[in-house]
């Protein structure tokens, strides 16, 4: 996967959890709607620089055939990739938020849980179905079939 398309993936999987999570995290826990997206914002700009990181490292390691991946793989990537996480949020989540450690462990349990999940979820789905390679390279490559221009 080249870095383009990494960057976008990695920004389509931040959209797409920002959209759930703000909301989500406003209606259960009770937080403030404008803290809440300024620390998923700013969660999401570290996890994106996390996320382009870390995969490097794990395709290295795992080997760039994504399609190919089994469940076990993809379970250790996801919860190997949260655990990395937590180890920044926790502490950022608390001060920023002004709770205790143990209020942001439990609002943290339940982010992980659904980022777990969802990590698993969104990386399969993108992988199977490769949006960045049907909607911007191969349909380039077909308009340069269909124009003669190979």
Not at 26 to 45: N, P, Q, R, W
Not at 52 to 71: E, H, M, P, T, V
Not at 116 to 143: A, E, G, M
Request: aromatic share 16%; with cysteine; glycine share 6%.
């Amino acid at each position: 996967m080249k870095t383009v398309e990494r960057v976008f993936q990695a920004l389509l999987f931040e959209a797409i959890a920002l959209l759930i999570v703000i909301p989500t995290s406003v209606m259960i826990g009770g937080f403030d709607a404008g803290k809440m997206a300024i620390v998923g914002i700013a969660l999401s700009l570290f996890a994106m620089l996390w996320n382009y990181l870390y995969n490097l490292i794990f395709d290295k390691l795992a080997g760039y055939n994504r399609s190919q991946r089994g469940a076990k793989l993809r379970i250790l990537h996801a919860v190997s990739f949260e655990l990395g996480m937590v180890v920044i949020t926790i502490p950022v989540v608390a001060w920023f938020l002004k709770i205790t450690w143990q209020a942001a462990i439990i609002l943290e349990a339940g982010f992980l849980v659904f980022m777990l999940i969802y990590t698993l979820v969104f990386n399969w789905v993108y992988d199977c179905y490769q949006p960045y390679q049907k909607w911007f390279v191969r349909h380039s490559s077909h308009s340069k079939a269909a124009k003669g221009d190979f």
